[in-house]
């Protein structure tokens, strides 16, 4: 369990630093969009790529952003289960939707679209607006962003184990309704 424990402790150091670079992605979004309007309006002069640019950081950023959040124990779940489930109970609804349903949506999601990013790379897919950018790399994005997600539920399903084996603790951030 040692060795899984490391493999997690990795893989959540790079959704870290994946977490890190999608942060700083959101300043410069705001940047680009920012200095794209004051340019359009203030010399009238305005660029597709510019925009494109825009788009495909804020692609990234959700892209990436869910294994970020699905580490950070952020991500968006149904609740209701959780208030009448025990804390153990939590640990298995967590592990059994993880293994059953995320890592396999998240598999099937890759590959399914990385023949749309391969078909945009074998032509060298460019924008058809006037000043625009390429297109297969942000294609990519797509496949990796699911593998990012689907490697970090491998990472919460490790921990989840450890956590039911009583090895290590795992911090709730869901807080029961105070009456």
């Known amino acids: 369990m040692r060795v899984l424990l490391a493999l997690s402790t990795a893989i959540d150091r790079l959704n870290e630093k994946v977490g890190y670079v999608c942060n700083i ?4 979004a ?3 969009s920012a200095g794209n309007a004051m340019i359009r309006y203030a ?3 305005s660029s597709n790529s510019w925009l494109e640019l825009q788009w495909y950081m804020f692609a990234i950023l959700v892209m990436f952003g ?3 959040t699905f580490k950070r124990n952020e991500h968006v779940r149904v609740e209701i289960f959780y208030l009448i489930l025990s804390d153990r109970g939590r640990l298995w609804l967590d592990l059994i939707g993880t293994l059953f349903f995320l890592i396999p949506a998240c598999l099937l999601l890759s590959y399914l679209s990385w023949p749309f990013f391969m078909q945009s790379y074998a032509i060298g897919e460019v924008s058809g607006n006037a000043g625009g950018l390429v297109r297969w ?6 496949p990796l962003g699911f593998v990012m997600l689907a490697i970090q539920g491998i990472s919460e399903v490790i921990k989840r184990i450890a956590a039911l084996q009583g090895l290590v603790t795992i911090q709730a951030t869901y807080e029961r309704p105070t009456q």
Do not use: E, N
């Open 25 to 28: 992605l959101v300043l410069l």
């Open 43 to 45: 010399f009238g002069y």
């Open 137 to 142: 790399p942000i294609k990519l994005v797509i």
């Open 66 to 68: 869910a294994s970020y």
């Open 30 to 32: 705001v940047l680009v």
